[in-house]
C-alpha cells in the first residue's frame, strides 16, 4: 500500500475524524498514485493516521478507517453489518416500510458508498473510484449480513463516477422481473432501479411526507416537483380531497400516476406537466397545502448566490396564492444552501409576498441519512412547514 504524507499541522482534521483529505494537505508526491488506491495516510512525522480511497482532485482521500488496520472482508462485513442493525435498531423493515437507506456514506463510515433497500432489493451507487474497485467485496459483504432476506444487489454507479470511469450497472445477485412494488408508510410503490432517477425512489422525505400525511385530511394540495409521487400518495392516503401532482417531467408524471393505480383512496387525484415556476405564478384554484420539493438548485458554492433567489422566488409565488390558513411546505437538498440561509430564504419570500406566516416545523433529512458528527458537511435535506395567516 501506498503512503501519503501531510503537511506540517495539516493533521488537525483527520484527528478529529473528519474523513475527507484535501489535496491540498498533502505534503508528498502522489503522481504516481492511482485513482482508487488504497493509501496510508501519515503525519509529517511518520505517524500512521488512517487509511482511505486515495482519488485525484480537491478531496485526494476518503479515510475508511482511522488507523493502519488492514482492509479485509472483515472490514465491510462490520461496517455493512453496523449499517443494517442501526436500520433494523430504527425499525425500518417492517410489513408496512420496506423501503430505507442501509449505506449513507460519510454517516455510516463508508464515504463514497450509498445502498438503498427495496424489499430485499439493494441498489449499490459507488461516488468513487476506490470503492467501485471494492464492489465484489461489498456484495459478499450484503450476502453475509442480509442472509435470507436478501432477493437482488443491483448495481448502478452510471452517473454517479467521474465521465472517464468504465461501469457497467447491472445485477450482482440474483434478478428481478419488474415491475416490483415495495411499501414506505403503507404506501404502495413500484419501484425501478434501473430506469428511475438516482437509485428509483426518494427515499429521504419519508417522515416528512408522514407528517403531511397528518395535515392532509379533506385538504386541497398541490405536490409540486412529485417525481413518483409520494407526497401525493400520502396525502391521498390520509384523506386529502383533491392533490395535484405536478412536474415538468412525463416520466414522473407516468411514475406517480402508476403509483396512484395501486393504491385505494377516496380523494381526487390529478397530474399536471408543466414547469413548476411558470405554474405557480398562476395557480387554477386555491390551494390549502403547497409542497414545494425541487431539485437541488446549486450543486456548488458559486451557485449559491442563484440558487438562494431561485428558492426565494418560488416560494413568494407559492405564499402569495395559498390559501389564508394554508400551509407551505417547502423543502431544499442543495447542500451548500445550510438551514439558516434556507429560513432566511423563505422569510423573505415571505416578506416579498406581503404573507404573515410561522414556522410549524423545521424538517431536516432521516436517520437512514445519518450525518456524521465530525463530518457537517452531509447535512443536506431541510425543510419547513409554514403556516400562513
Ligand atoms: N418530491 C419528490 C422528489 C423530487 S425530485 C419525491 O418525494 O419523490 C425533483 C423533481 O423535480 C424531478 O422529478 C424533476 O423532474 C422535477 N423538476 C425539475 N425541474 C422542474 C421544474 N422546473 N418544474 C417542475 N418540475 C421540475
Known amino acids: 500500500m501506498q ?128 470503492m467501485l474497485q471494492c464492489i465484489m467485496e461489498i456484495v459478499d459483504a450484503l450476502k453475509e449480513v442480509i442472509g435470507g432476506k436478501l432477493k437482488a444487489i443491483y448495481h448502478k454507479s452510471k452517473g454517479s463516477l467521474p465521465r472517464s470511469v468504465e461501469t457497467q450497472d447491472g445485477y450482482l445477485y440474483g434478478s428481478i422481473d419488474m415491475p416490483f412494488y415495495a411499501y414506505e408508510n403503507r404506501v404502495r410503490y413500484s419501484i425501478d432501479w434501473i430506469l428511475g432517477q438516482k437509485t428509483g425512489f426518494f ?42 401532482s405536478l412536474d415538468s417531467s412525463e416520466k414522473a408524471i407516468a411514475l406517480t400516476e402508476a403509483n396512484v393505480s395501486l393504491n385505494t383512496f377516496e380523494g381526487k387525484h390529478v397530474s399536471v406537466i408543466a414547469d413548476a415556476m411558470d405554474y405557480l405564478k398562476e395557480l387554477p384554484l386555491p390551494f390549502d397545502i403547497i409542497v414545494l420539493d425541487p431539485p437541488a438548485f446549486a450543486k456548488h458554492l458559486d451557485k449559491k448566490h442563484k440558487a438562494v433567489q431561485g428558492y426565494k422566488r418560488l416560494n413568494a409565488h407559492a405564499l402569495r396564492q395559498i390559501k389564508s390558513g394554508g400551509i407551505l411546505v417547502t423543502f431544499s437538498c442543495s447542500q451548500v444552501v445550510d438551514k439558516s440561509l434556507f429560513n432566511h430564504t423563505i422569510i423573505s419570500a415571505a416578506i416579498e409576498s406581503n404573507r404573515k406566516v410561522k414556522i410549524l416545523y423545521q424538517l431536516h433529512q432521516p436517520a437512514d441519512h445519518p450525518i456524521g458528527a465530525f463530518h457537517p458537511e452531509g447535512e443536506y435535506l431541510k425543510g419547513l412547514v409554514v403556516y400562513v395567516e
Open 203 to 244: 427515499i429521504d422525505q419519508r417522515e416528512n411526507r408522514k407528517l403531511l400525511g397528518q395535515l392532509s385530511k379533506g385538504k386541497k394540495i398541490l405536490n409540486a416537483f412529485c417525481y413518483s409521487g409520494g407526497f401525493s400518495l400520502e396525502a391521498l392516503m390520509n384523506g386529502a380531497s383533491d392533490v395535484y
Open 3 to 130: 503512503e501519503i504524507y501531510l503537511r506540517k499541522g495539516k493533521d488537525a482534521s483527520i484527528r478529529r475524524k473528519h474523513p475527507w483529505i484535501f489535496s491540498g494537505a498533502i505534503g508528498s508526491d502522489t503522481s504516481s498514485i492511482e485513482d482508487g488506491s488504497l493509501v496510508r495516510v501519515c503525519t509529517n512525522q511518520q505517524e500512521v493516521l488512517a487509511i482511505g480511497h486515495f482519488q485525484k482532485g480537491s478531496i485526494a482521500v476518503r479515510i475508511l478507517r482511522f488507523s493502519g488496520e488492514e482492509i479485509d472482508q472483515r472490514f465491510w462485513n462490520q461496517r455493512i453489518q453496523a449499517a443494517w442493525k442501526l436500520r433494523m435498531d430504527l425499525g425500518l423493515l417492517t410489513k408496512d416500510n420496506t423501503i430505507f437507506r442501509l449505506v449513507h456514506g460519510e454517516g455510516d463510515l463508508l464515504p463514497g458508498l450509498v445502498i438503498d433497500f427495496y424489499g430485499g432489493v439493494c441498489v449499490v451507487q459507488c461516488h468513487s473510484i476506490g
